[in-house]
């Protein structure tokens, strides 16, 4: 009375169930944990008074790229070149999508899966990419965002992410540049 699970199904849903853990999970040293605060802080600070400066927006995908830049600066994903390039190329991603296609309901989906193929074809994968093509796909974005806030954004978290990232004696960064 049972029917019989297609092999292939019965492999894929095999995937599903994951493996065991084999590293613990580690909490940083205390010194690390208060620059994490203090780099995050400091990076979206910077960001928030140059927006207010200049009236340009906030983009809530730079929160996103606190965490990895200076929560986990020795990740591949939050090295200077994948920060700056997969903002700025996401951006480029979003913007053409928008002034290509306008906004519909499926013109953020083709930006922010235009920026995810872009990024993984430049070796320049940052997660937070994809928020930054799609918030310029949703908000209409101009070419002019591309370079500010997105660029500018960017080298801002970079740049304190180097100050203050290489106070701790548990770290470098960048691990590399390209």
Known sequence: MFLEVPTWLNK???????????TPLVTPPPLDVILTWLGA????????????????????????SAVLVYGVPDA??????NVIMG???????????FLLFG?????????????LVIMILTKTT????????????????????????????AVILVVIGLIVNNLSPNRQYPKYWF
Do not use: D
Request: aromatic fraction near 12%; proline fraction near 9%.
């Open 12 to 22: 894929y849903l095999s995937k599903l169930k994951g493996h065991k853990r084999t």
């Open 41 to 64: 802080f400091l990076g979206i600070t910077a960001i928030a008074l140059f927006a207010q400066e200049f009236s340009v927006p906030i983009v809530a995908s730079f929160g996103a």
């Open 76 to 81: 591949p994903l939050s090295q200077p070149r």
């Open 87 to 97: 903002h700025i190329l996401s951006a480029v991603a979003g913007v053409s999508t």
């Open 103 to 115: 906004l519909t309901w499926w013109s953020p989906a083709l930006g922010t899966a235009l920026a």
């Open 126 to 153: 940052h997660p937070p990419g994809g928020a930054t093509a799609l918030f310029a796909v949703l908000s209409k974005a101009h070419p002019f965002y591309v370079f500010n806030p997105i660029a500018l954004g």
